[in-house]
């Protein structure tokens, strides 16, 4: 039997190499997914610690990874950093200015890295990692020793097109906003470059200079361990001699931190990773599934003959699902190795948008290969074993007959399941407009996948009326050859529900995304429309600090009447990370916010909550809430008023008084400018203009451009999850054209006698490119509006958030469309094969 599985396997190669192929993309976008994943945080992983010092001594309530320690004025002396670095326990003490909020503009002045990772700037100064290695490696030239120098990382002087020698500029968040300088050298953090971050690397002075208003200080200190002194030591000793409102940590604190803060971000990107992978995994289990029925239709007089021969049914079964295990290998091997280069194909990606991953890291590791054998081998065996135990149960006598064939069982079961089933997803949708616990999102998406299974079951049910619409208006159009198209999709329908299936699972995927995206979008355009008070409101698009003085410029503008400022931070509120927002007095001129309780008005140490955030704190109007700012400043707030969500402030807003009594130092994130009555916006605009011209990141916005600033990063994200959905949609179309492939190889007899009583080569061509477009039309349309409806019930169930709801009439037109044109595409190789039998030969053909 195991010869015979094997000469069946290689007696049809291209059989075998299109069956195979859903199972190589499938499980090439899990290696893939997996490898980038696994790479995606073992350059954070390297980096964090190979840039960590034994311990550091910084601002109470800081994090690592928060942009904290650049918003304090609590500054640490000479004399601070001499008393640490006299301690027997410390080897090296070494001072740090920390300036975030910089921005680095490549050669045709953009920004480098565009809206990716930040900007990070730093004075030069030698310290250690906890591995006793330099926690900077030059790459080329030399480190900044006095000021108008500047060392950068080696990506990002590659991306600005600079060399050594060359004049970079850089964006500052304080004082004059753009200042110039030499590029002296080339080098990187230890670990493996920056993540696509940028590395900004001063003289001391001249950071100091520039971050710290010329203050002989420092932001924090790194401490390197003597010999045999524990990072515990390290701290004990330090903590004995920090000024108030600073503490030492350990290393390994930091870096525990550091990978929470980043963990976070990478624990959500894999997970939407590997729904993808998911779905491409489900789509290509109902391809094999259909690929095995239809291969034991085809061989099921030889599956007699072997039990007539004395097989019996398990070796009968055996023999399928050895062939199914062979497959799996195969596919399984040549998916790893697709994968890798899928894991390259994404880094290449993210890198464009600013996250730069190494291609060092991006290898198949034992959990990644093991996955890839494991997944694939268990989908594929499942997927073949309905039909490997059809293949057993064809009688040894069933061999002598002339008109043998698989007996296809009636619907009633399938329906019955079916029904039931749906049934069941409906149970769980209704449990989420209810008061079960949990996410109502959760249990409406747990319904909606079986809905999803159920539906792609009774595919051949619920798209019979599709199928015998496409017979009448292809016969309508096309003639003969249209009507028999239509008949041999209505043929087997077991094996046209199943080919449809998989690209309804993909399209209903699509519709259910487009639903929230294009709701998304109108409630965005809703709200904007609402709030947007301010005619103009200047901000960066990545919504980061810029010095104030551009603020200070634009109030001299003529027409200008007023101009409120907000300043953001982070802070420790009941122990949890928060963002706080300070709002200067002009902001009350400017905006009225929806109020559920107490007043807008808010002066001295009073609070503005929203409902939500004032309901997680359990606080309520005159309660007082706690709030740690960087630095070591705690100020109790009492709340004054309490509102819905807005896009005009925060869920923490405070006035701008209270970050100065805290000790931040001064920044703008945005700016909301209202004009004089019966001033020209135009010429307002253009002077408002004129003071960023040069300084790209900051931008002056409109009603209507902030609109479509907000819409153009929803379609970005859009565009991303089409571009993934797209490969599920490709293996789906790789399944109609095996399908299709192996029913023209099933239907050579009936092919020969349609072409001898007078059907010619392009008729014939026709017939089966019809066939192939009712099967993607059906799959579209089960798509679409099981699609639609799980879009609609999910964006209910989050109509807080989501109050508008849209459908997105001209993608679904769209979606229609490719699948019609995917539909021709996918036809063209059994088309042309189907043509080009010889009558004779065909007719001859058993």
Not at 723 to 750: D, F, K, M, P
Not at 816 to 842: E, H, N, Q, T
């Amino acid at each position: 039997m195991l010869r015979l599985t094997w000469r069946n396997l290689v007696a049809r190669k291209l059989r075998l190499l299109m069956s195979t192929l859903a199972i190589v993309l499938g499980i090439g976008f899990l290696a893939g997914v997996m490898a980038f994943s696994s790479g995606l945080n073992a350059t954070f992983d390297n980096i964090i610690k190979g840039s960590t010092q034994d311990g550091i001594v910084r601002t109470e309530g800081e994090v690592s990874f928060e942009a904290a320690g650049a918003g304090t004025s609590a500054l640490l002396s000479p004399d601070d950093v001499a008393r640490l670095d006299a301690l027997p326990e410390v080897a090296r003490a070494a001072g740090s200015v920390d300036g975030l909020g910089s921005y680095l503009l490549g050669k045709d002045g953009k920004v480098v890295g565009g809206q990716g990772a930040p900007t990070l700037a730093f004075n030069y100064a030698e310290s250690e990692n906890m591995l006793g290695e330099p926690v900077l490696e030059l790459d080329s030239g030399r480190w900044p020793e006095r000021a108008g120098e500047v060392a950068l990382d080696a990506s990002s002087a590659e991306r600005g097109n600079y060399r050594i020698g060359d004049t970079v500029s850089l964006i500052v968040p304080f004082g004059e906003p753009r200042r110039t300088f030499e590029l002296v050298g080339t080098g990187n953090l230890n670990g493996g470059g920056t993540a696509g971050a940028t590395l900004v690397l001063l003289e001391t002075g001249q950071a100091q200079d520039i971050f710290l208003g010329g203050r002989d200080a420092f932001t924090s200190v790194a401490l390197t361990a003597a010999d045999g002194v524990t990072q515990d030591e390290l701290v004990a000793a330090a903590k004995k001699v920090v000024p108030a409102g600073f503490t030492a940590i350990t290393g390994d604190q930091v870096v525990k931190e550091s990978q929470d803060q980043v963990g976070q971000f990478l624990g959500v990107f894999s997970t939407f990773l590997t729904a993808f992978a998911v779905i491409a995994i489900v789509v290509g289990a109902f391809i094999i599934f259909n690929t095995f029925s239809i291969l034991v239709g085809q061989r099921v007089r030889e599956s007699a003959l072997l039990r007539a021969l004395g097989a019996s049914k398990k070796q009968v079964t055996r023999s399928v699902l050895i062939e199914a295990l062979l497959m799996a290998l195969v596919g399984s091997t040549l998916g790893l190795l697709l994968g890798l280069g899928l894991s390259r194909a994404l880094a290449a990606v993210f890198r464009a948008i600013g996250l730069d991953i190494s291609g060092d890291v991006l290898t198949l590791n034992l959990g990644t290969v093991a996955a890839a054998y494991v997944v694939g081998i268990i989908v594929t065996m499942v997927a073949a074993l309905v039909p490997a135990r059809r293949a057993s149960k064809v009688s040894p006598v069933a061999a002598l007959r002339d008109d043998l064939t698989v007996q296809e069982k009636g619907m009633h079961r399938r329906l019955l399941f079916g029904t039931i089933a749906l049934v069941l997803g409906g149970a769980l949708v209704v449990a989420g407009f209810t008061d079960a616990p949990g996410s109502s999102a959760l249990w409406i998406g747990a319904g909606a996948v079986i809905w999803v299974v159920t539906v792609a079951v009774l595919a051949p049910v619920l798209g019979h009326p599709v199928l015998v619409a496409c017979r009448a208006v292809f016969g309508r159009v096309f003639g003969t050859a249209g009507r028999l198209a239509g008949e041999n999709a209505l043929r087997n329908p077991r094996r046209t529900g199943a080919t449809a299936s998989a690209l309804m699972i993909g399209l209903a995927v699509v519709s259910a995304v487009g639903v929230l995206a294009a709701s998304t979008d109108r409630t965005n355009a809703a709200v904007i429309d609402e709030q947007f008070r301010s005619d103009f409101l200047v901000q960066s698009p990545t919504f980061q600090s810029f010095p104030t003085s551009i603020g200070d410029q634009m109030e001299r503008v003529d027409g200008v009447a007023t101009v409120s400022r907000q300043q953001y931070t982070p802070a420790l509120v009941g122990g949890e990370q928060a963002t706080v927002t300070g709002n200067d007095a002009s902001f009350d001129q400017i905006y009225q916010l929806d109020m559920v309780a107490g007043t807008q008005a808010i002066s001295g140490d009073e609070v503005l909550l929203t409902k939500d955030t004032a309901a997680d704190h359990s606080v309520g109007i005159g309660d007082v809430l706690a709030v740690a700012f960087p630095g070591g400043k705690s100020i109790d707030l009492k709340v004054a008023g309490i509102i819905e969500e807005s896009y005009a402030t925060g869920s923490i807003t405070v006035p701008m008084s209270v970050l100065e009594q805290a000790g931040l130092k001064r920044s703008d994130v945005t700016l909301s400018i209202n004009v004089d009555e019966g001033a020209d916006l135009a010429a307002v605009q253009t002077a408002l203009d004129r003071v960023v011209k040069g300084i790209p990141i900051v931008s002056v916005q409109d009603k209507v451009e902030f609109t479509e600033m907000v819409s153009a990063q929803i379609n970005q994200l859009l565009a991303i999850i089409y571009a993934l959905l797209a490969l599920a949609v490709i293996i789906a179309v790789i399944g109609i054209v095996n399908t299709l492939g192996l029913s023209v190889l099933e239907r050579t007899r009936e092919i020969g006698l349609l072409r001898a009583v007078g059907l010619s080569r392009r008729k014939l061509r026709r017939m089966v490119t019809l066939e192939s477009v009712a099967i993607a039309l059906l799959g579209a349309l089960l798509g679409m509006g099981l699609g639609l409806g799980i879009g609609v019930l999910l964006r209910q169930s989050l109509s807080e958030d989501l109050t508008e709801l849209a459908l997105p009439v001209g993608s679904l037109v769209a979606f229609l469309a490719v699948a019609v044109i995917f539909g021709v595409l996918a036809a063209i190789v059994p088309a042309v094969r189907a043509s080009r039998m010889k009558v004779l030969d065909a007719i001859a053909t058993e």
